[in-house]
């Protein structure tokens, strides 16, 4: 018997293994990323496909009808945009041309949204956030789930909006688009509730679900789709759906290098310590359980102790002395 439960163990620490992660060094990284817009006429028939395990979606009849560039920036410094007073917080920017920029705030593990601004025939119109949109949470992992809150204003206009998103990880697997085919990609699903309000006007009341693919080895998404529903007093439903998908090189080559350093962590999985090898540069490591949470933390050390922690997947948060952050999967057998 205990054999036999050895061998379980096993298989299961196997499937658990085989599933893909997402850091923050690969979501959020700095550089040029090009997209895929498909036009309307095609998406009659769109669906998400399949959620679960080692599942297989193909989108690949869909073709581009408009090329869309961004830049995603590292604030302060990255663009002269990063210092708008609008948004103080803003540690991330992307930029989408014709005078369009998005601002974000890296923080605790999270990604949040915190506004954007519109540059257009000279006239600025800014969308400011006074409670932040959780974005993501990091690592991204299968079945992460949480429920955020937010509400924003637009200057000048006098347009407010508030809203309740639930985002889940709710798939993996292999995503084919007319770029290629893609294993070991994560889903992220996304359900919005809305109310915007103008004055002058009736408020209105939005759905929306949107779904984003994405890898370790690719920078931004690999394909995102949306679906809407905008609902106003005395008039008809307006139903909206769109599809993008990309194919952008990361700037960091895999899990072992970051800023030009190679680590090296093993063994992994380990019942007892996990050594590390060219780990000089470290400041700390920070370790989350398969939920996100911090459990422990360590400073400037070459050996963890990891001979406490229950069996199964843990995030070790690796962050440099210069302020790089790092983060690898171990596995606690």
């Given amino acids: 018997m205990k054999k036999l439960y050895s061998i379980l163990l096993i298989l299961i620490i196997a499937q658990m293994d085989a599933q893909p992660v997402i850091s923050a060094a690969h979501a959020i990284q700095p550089g040029p990323l ?4 498909v036009d309307i006429t095609q998406l009659g028939s769109l669906t998400p496909g399949p959620s679960g395990a080692n599942v297989s979606w193909d989108f690949s009849q869909y073709t581009s009808g408009t090329t869309i560039n961004q830049v995603r920036y590292d604030c302060p410094g990255g663009n002269s945009n990063c210092s708008d007073t609008n948004f103080p917080m803003a540690n991330k920017m992307i930029s989408s ?17 915190l506004g954007t601004k519109l540059t257009n025939n000279g006239v600025t119109t800014y969308s400011v956030y006074t409670n932040p949109s959780t974005e993501l949470k990091f690592p991204v992992t299968y079945l992460q789930t949480f429920t955020d809150t937010w509400a924003q204003h637009s200057i000048p206009a006098s347009t407010t ?32 509730s809305i109310t915007s309000n103008t004055a002058g006007s009736p408020t209105a009341t939005i759905t929306f679900v949107g779904y984003s693919w994405i890898s370790s080895s690719y920078a931004g998404v690999l394909l995102t ?5 905008t609902s106003i007093p005395g008039f008809p439903t307006i139903s909206g759906r769109a599809l993008s998908y990309g194919k952008n090189t990361l700037t960091l080559g895999t899990d072992d290098v970051t800023a030009g350093r190679k680590l090296d962590i093993y063994p992994n999985p380990s019942s ?24 422990s933390e360590f400073k400037k050390t070459d050996k963890i102790d990891i001979s406490a922690f229950t069996s199964g997947v843990y995030f070790m948060k690796i962050i440099y002395n210069d302020g790089k952050v790092q983060t690898r999967k171990i596995i606690r057998k």
């Fill in 34 to 37: 090009t997209y895929h817009a």
């Fill in 225 to 229: 789709l949306g679906f809407s529903e």
């Fill in 161 to 192: 909006e508030t809203g309740t998103q639930t985002i889940t990880v709710d798939a993996y697997g292999t995503l084919k688009t007319a770029l290629g085919t893609f294993p070991n990609t994560l889903r992220v699903k996304v359900e919005k």
């Fill in 272 to 295: 007892d310590y996990v050594n590390i090898k060219n780990g000089e540069k470290i400041e700390k490591i920070e370790m989350n359980n398969a939920e996100g949470r911090k459990i």
């Fill in 97 to 113: 041309g014709g005078g369009s920029y998005a601002y974000f705030e890296y923080a605790n593990n999270e990604l949040s949204t």
